[in-house]
């Protein structure tokens, strides 16, 4: 019992020294696959010419002189060429480019975006905005009640009993905008549904 | 004639009203558009398809070309963005091309592949078949690359990445390439390595 004990406790130990030997074969493998792969991508770009004259010349150097670096630039050349000679383009039907030509005769070249998307339009509607939220931080600001600066309450430095939100939303001129945002979202509505009626229809 | 041709001279012309100018760009291009749709569809039918409405978008939309880039790479972010609505509408999700179901779908087509392999291949279609075996994004990047004669600034164009992210991709594409390789057509390989 004691030696069953024993020779169990001698496989943990004998097994402890396993993992930790597997624990330094696995890191060294990750030291020697990290530079490997460093290898590869420079002479990756080498092949492809994106090395600049200085690693140009280093890397050349390298094959000359290292074994490790003359295989995987074989190995990477043969790969390279491989693809770049036996990379085949597959074929449509034959009579594609009639299809094609019979297809595009249905149709007009459309005018380019640039002829009917007006930039003062796009211009116009940004300015707006940015007016707007200029104008709301401004009156925001002057709200603040800034003698009161030594209170570490930021909130309670905002007077916002002077915030009389309902004058602006029950006047006459909101009402006013509130109608032509909807004038202006229903004609655009009947665009688009013209739009797509007339795309059925073709 | 026709041939000799560049194709912003096409496109000027095609523009000026010579719309049957227009098939010498579909006649240059049709392969690479087709090529890299089925990249992205294993279904020639629908391949065609789409390389169809590609090349009418592509004309519909010929005087938004401006030329500041090449009229291939141009044409080649048609084809990707057509091709994602494609599969959106197909309900995949293609919010990552590398996520698991295009992993799945990578996996049945291997499935697929090992019942049919053959013994020995021609260095072509072990190629082709090794491409077919990468997910669509690395597919498409490796097509682009070696064969739409795109840079990787262009690249990056196409796809909405910067051209040292398309660096970094193509360099695990072709990683993943010479993985599939290996593991499918080590026989071939040894005899390339042999030749």
């Known amino acids: 019992m004691k030696y069953g004990k024993f020779r169990g406790t001698k496989k943990i130990e004998k097994n402890i020294d396993n993992w930790s030997e597997l624990c330094l074969h696995h890191q060294s493998i990750s030291n020697q696959m990290e530079p490997q792969k460093n290898i590869e991508e420079r002479i990756w770009d080498y092949i492809d010419g994106l090395s600049n004259t200085e690693e140009k010349t280093a890397i050349e150097q390298l094959i000359a002189t290292n074994l490790e670096w003359q295989r995987t630039y074989r190995e990477l050349l043969e790969a390279h060429l491989l693809i770049a000679k036996h990379t085949e383009l597959d074929e449509p039907s034959m009579r594609f480019t009639r299809n094609v030509m019979e297809e595009i005769a249905k149709y007009k070249v459309a005018p380019a975006a640039s002829s009917y998307i007006n930039k003062k339009i796009i211009w116009g509607i940004a300015g707006f905005f940015l007016t707007m939220i200029a104008g709301f931080l401004i009156y925001g600001f002057f709200q603040i009640n800034w003698t009161a600066s030594n209170s570490s309450d930021v909130i309670s430095q905002v007077n916002f009993d002077k915030l009389n939100l309902s004058k602006f939303f029950s006047n006459t001129y909101t009402t006013i905008f509130m109608m032509i945002n909807v004038v202006l979202g229903l004609v655009l509505l009947d665009l688009y549904l013209h739009r797509k009626k007339a795309q059925a229809t073709n | 004639m026709l041939g000799a041709l560049t194709d912003t001279e096409v496109i000027s012309r095609v523009l000026q009203g010579e719309q049957q100018l227009f098939a010498t760009l579909v006649d240059r291009y049709k392969n690479y558009v087709f090529t890299l749709i089925l990249r992205f569809t294993d279904n020639r039918e629908d391949a ?26 141009w ?10 609505t494609f599969l959106r509408k197909k309900k995949l999700d293609t919010t990552s091309l590398d996520n698991e ?8 087509r291997e499935s697929g592949f090992r019942a049919n392999q053959m013994e020995s291949k021609s260095k072509q279609a072990m190629v082709n078949e090794a491409i077919n075996l990468l997910s669509p994004n690395d597919a498409q990047l490796i097509t682009l690359f070696y064969k739409g004669e795109q840079s990787l600034e262009e690249i990056g164009r196409i796809i909405g990445a910067d051209p040292n992210t398309v660096k970094v991709k193509l360099h695990r594409a072709r990683q993943r390439l010479r993985e599939k390789m290996e593991k499918y057509f080590s026989h071939e390989i040894r005899e390339i390595q042999g030749d």
């Not at chain 2, 179901?101 to 049945?108: R, S």
């Open chain 2, 101 to 108: 179901k295009t992993f799945l779908q990578v996996e049945n």
């Open chain 2, 75 to 84: 044409l080649y972010t048609i084809v990707r963005t057509t091709c994602i």
């Open chain 2, 48 to 73: 065609e398809e789409l390389s169809q409405d590609i090349f009418v978008k592509a004309y519909r939309s010929l005087s938004d070309f401006r030329g500041e880039s090449k009229f291939s790479t």
